[in-house]
T-cell receptor, first 111, second 114 residues
């Protein structure tokens, strides 16, 4: 699992509430990523980080923000959750030259 | 806009059969093509990867075939076993691009019957 943990693993929330998902790594990797997984779409990149306080957008970044104040933690925030953000969220780290390793995922349901 | 198209969406084979999953890409700048295997409730796990300077790569019972001119690559699972039942994703990236971002196909659910 490349030393990646995600919390919470499951969350149910209501539309309009803020939600923060946490990704924690133990191996001091520079690059970290947030993806969402939806049926038929594979995994789509939301945001990624290339260092402390250094982040950039992915292909589906609208409605999401991220922060990285420490190398080991990468936070994903939904400022005001919507039903379209119901999904499984995966964090990944970049290990080696090109390879990404994924965490166990967080299943988020927005009612 | 899906830059990596994966087919079929699902596949059923008998034990010992050879499921084949195909992916096609549009961006000729892609130069790294990994395959991930995902079991229910788990995160995707890297299975095997190939670069465009080779046409085939084997790791155990898993083989990637790569056709650069056709912009296609495929995964073959030799002598498939029920334990291979999972969802498989192809992906592509540009190794030296900022962020080394992966673009995924839509996934193929493979069921291997005993």
């Amino acid at each position: 699992d490349a030393g990646i943990t995600q919390s919470p693993r499951h969350k149910v929330t209501e539309t309009g509430t803020p939600v923060t998902l946490r990704c924690h790594q133990t191996e001091n990797h520079r690059y970290m990523y947030w993806y969402r997984q939806d049926p038929g779409h594979g995994l789509r990149l939301i945001h990624y980080s290339y260092g402390v306080k250094d982040t950039d957008k992915g292909e589906v970044s609208d409605g999401y923000s991220v922060s990285r104040s420490k190398t080991e933690d990468f936070l994903l925030t939904l400022e005001s959750a919507t039903s379209s953000q119901t999904s499984v969220y995966f964090c990944a780290i970049r290990g080696g030259v090109d390879t990404q390793y994924f965490g166990p995922g967080t299943r988020l349901t927005v009612l | 806009q899906q830059q990596v198209k994966q087919s079929p969406q699902s596949l059923i084979v008998q034990k010992g059969g050879i499921p084949i999953i195909n992916c096609a890409y549009e961006n000729t700048a892609f130069d790294y093509f990994p395959w991930y295997q995902q079991f229910p409730g788990k995160g995707p796990a890297l299975l095997i990867a190939i670069r465009p300077d080779v046409s085939e790569k084997k790791e155990g019972r898993f083989t990637i075939s790569f056709n650069k001119s056709a912009k296609q690559f495929s995964l073959h699972i030799m002598d498939s076993q029920p334990g291979d039942s999972a969802t498989y994703f192809c992906a592509a990236s540009i190794a030296k691009a900022a962020g080394n971002k992966l673009t995924f196909g839509g996934g193929t659910r493979v069921l291997v019957k005993p």
